[in-house]
């Protein structure tokens, strides 16, 4: 990104450190914390207006893609295949993108999961639980409390920061003047999984990416490591679509051995 300020958050700096990257040291953070640092300490370290969160298994695709429009929202970010559903008789959530055939019904309201882990935000945003301590981050009980060290569970990862602001918390955000992106900002923004609502997506159109599934192991030459084998990515919606992206950009691609 021509022009960026680079901020590394970590324990330590690497040793390997890229000249031009800022490093701040921050104590070691478990799954949860880290969701509790983006709520209410990441302001801290950030001097710009906006930033642009990036975790390692996330990176710009096509800087030529950026949209100055994205800095009319206070959030935006890839979709995921959860979100919250609003009628007038109750709340839903609808998982595995089916929230997508939601979108034009009369008196519905559909709150999509916007990523958090490639995600821009205002630093308004970043401070929006400090100056308004009367939306308070909501935890439900636990889906379940199953197994053998008993563990707990929650269906919507409800405990997630990204839920949190970008589902739970977002018509109270929206009522005190915070802007998400709607679904086409979103869409030209970043991908993770694909599902219905980016059936028609040109994918080299993308700004950005995010997925647990896609790791960046090398930049020399460019490589990309799926968490997974190729039958199980050729099965997943568009995955080979983003597959093909991703070699035309120059990426090589290797996939978890098959098994007999």
């Known amino acids: 990104m021509p022009g960026a300020r680079v901020l590394l958050c ?15 040291a921050i104590a070691p953070l478990n799954y949860h914390e880290y969701s509790w640092f983006m709520m209410f300490a ?37 979709m995921v295949h959860v979100a919250r559903v609003e009628t007038a008789d109750e709340t839903r959530w609808l998982h595995r993108y089916a929230w997508s055939y939601e979108l034009q019904k009369p008196g519905t309201i559909v709150h999509p999961v916007l990523n958090g882990g490639f995600c821009l935000r205002s630093r308004r945003m970043m401070r929006a ?11 439900p009980p636990p889906d379940d409390a199953v197994g053998d060290p008993l563990k707990m569970n929650w269906a919507n990862n409800a405990l997630n920061e990204d839920v949190q602001l970008t589902a739970i918390l977002r ?22 999984h694909a599902g219905a609502v980016h059936r028609n997506l040109d994918m080299m159109q993308l700004f ?8 960046l192991v090398s930049i020399d030459p460019p490589t990309i490591r799926y968490g997974c084998k190729r039958s199980r990515a050729e099965k997943a919606f568009r995955e080979m679509d983003i597959v093909r992206m991703l070699e035309q950009r120059g990426y090589r691609i290797i996939f978890d051995r098959e098994t007999a």
Do not use: M
């Open 208 to 215: 950005g990416h995010h997925c647990r599934w896609r790791k």
């Open 171 to 192: 018509p109270s955000l929206q009522a005190v003047g915070f802007k998400f992106a709607p679904v086409d900002v979103c869409l030209k923004f970043g991908i993770e």
């Open 129 to 139: 639980l400090i100056d308004h301590p009367e939306i308070k981050v909501h935890v």
């Open 42 to 78: 990441l302001w801290r370290v950030i001097e710009t207006e906006y930033a642009l969160i990036v975790q390692d298994d996330g990176w710009v695709l096509d800087a030529s893609n950026w949209d100055d429009a994205f800095f009319d929202y206070d959030y935006v970010g890839p």
């Open 10 to 24: 970590s324990p330590k700096a690497p040793d390997n450190l890229a000249k031009g990257i800022e490093h701040r």
